[in-house]
């Protein structure tokens, strides 16, 4: 494991969260499945972690009760290559949940994520503040990502 782990605590949906984030990132599976036993704070035999992998990157999600909603105080970037892979994580990402402003997204569990082009450091960067006020500028104006577009604005600020 690694020497950092997202642990994300969800109500009731930790293992099936796992299962859907795992069908939407490529090389992604489950590790393992705990379950609470007796006089534990939830029913014995339920789930209470689920061990899964995304791309390499392992979390820990963890049936804890409806006490900890999530909130946009924390968020998992996706970095994308190209204007189709973005597309595509926005579309599964999103469903069921709620598209926000600037390339975010909540997901349908309330787990905010951040879809944005690989590129998003270099066209944000300070060094070049024309620049990056214009990409900032249009990423303003913008909810999903639009990849030629923020090109676009870095190339003429």
Same mark, same amino acid.
């Given at each position: 494991?690694?020497?950092?782990?997202?642990?994300?605590?969800?109500?009731?949906?930790?293992?099936?969260?796992?299962?859907?984030?795992?069908?939407?990132?490529?090389?992604?599976?489950?590790?393992?499945?705990?379950?609470?036993?007796?006089?534990?704070?939830?029913? /014995?035999?339920?789930?209470? #972690?689920?061990?899964?992998? %995304?791309?390499? *990157? !392992?979390?820990? +999600?963890?049936? @804890?009760?409806?006490?900890?909603?999530?909130?946009?105080?924390?968020?998992?970037?996706?970095?994308?290559?190209?204007?189709?892979?973005?597309?595509?994580?926005?579309?599964?990402?999103?469903?069921?949940?709620?598209?926000? /402003?600037?390339?975010?997204? #909540?997901?349908?569990?309330? %787990?905010?994520? *951040? !879809?944005?082009? +690989?590129?998003? @450091?270099?066209?944000?960067?300070?060094?070049?503040?024309?620049?990056?006020?214009?990409?900032?500028?249009?990423?303003?104006?913008?909810?999903?990502?639009?990849?030629?577009?923020?090109?676009?604005?870095?190339?003429?600020?």
């Amino acid at each position: 494991m690694s020497r950092i782990t997202p642990f994300l605590w969800f109500d009731r949906e930790a293992e099936e969260a796992a299962k859907y984030y795992i069908s939407i990132f490529p090389h992604s599976k489950m590790v393992q499945v705990t379950y609470y036993g007796e006089d534990m704070p939830q029913p /014995a035999g339920s789930v209470m #972690t689920a061990v899964f992998e %995304l791309d390499g *990157q !392992i979390f820990i +999600a963890l049936n @804890g009760g409806p006490n900890h909603p999530f909130t946009h105080a924390v968020s998992f970037v996706v970095n994308c290559e190209t204007q189709a892979e973005l597309d595509s994580y926005w579309q599964k990402l999103s469903a069921g949940g709620k598209e926000v /402003a600037c390339g975010w997204l #909540t997901d349908k569990y309330g %787990l905010s994520w *951040q !879809i944005t082009p +690989a590129t998003i @450091g270099k066209l944000l960067d300070a060094s070049h503040p024309a620049k990056s006020q214009a990409v900032m500028q249009a990423m303003m104006g913008m909810v999903k990502l639009d990849m030629a577009a923020l090109d676009k604005a870095y190339a003429e600020g």
